[in-house]
């Protein structure tokens, strides 16, 4: 089993800068992928950005020039940079980790609100 910690979300206004934290603890060796997810009200979660531990990313379309995910293994540890943020971003965001598109492990979600 991981366990994730989340930090960093909160209230920023419209184009600001948010960074979130992920930090894994527990069975490391059994996952190899590690991203960010969000729920926003009435809506499913959807995938914005994934890592892998040799350092291949994947993300949105809709975050793709304004996030950034990376990750320091040496910590277990993955970071969401997020510029020029929109009220669409508005969210609650989640740490998953996994093997490839499976997610086994879920963080306990971070609120990201960015008013207008």
């Known amino acids: 089993q991981v366990q994730l910690v989340e930090s960093g979300g909160g209230l920023v206004q419209a184009g600001g800068s948010l960074r979130l934290s992920c930090a894994a603890s527990g069975r490391i060796a059994s996952i190899n992928t590690m991203g960010w997810y969000r729920q926003a009200p009435g809506k499913q979660r959807e995938l914005v950005a994934t890592v892998t531990s040799s350092g291949n990313t994947n993300s949105a379309d809709s975050v793709k020039g304004r996030f950034s995910i990376f990750r320091d293994n040496a910590k277990n540890t993955v970071y969401l940079q997020m510029n020029g943020l929109k009220p669409e971003d508005t969210a609650v965001y989640y740490c998953?980790?996994?093997?490839?598109?499976?997610?086994?492990?879920w963080g306990q979600g971070t609120q990201v609100t960015v008013s207008s």
């Open positions: 998953g980790a996994g093997r490839g598109l499976r997610v086994d492990s």
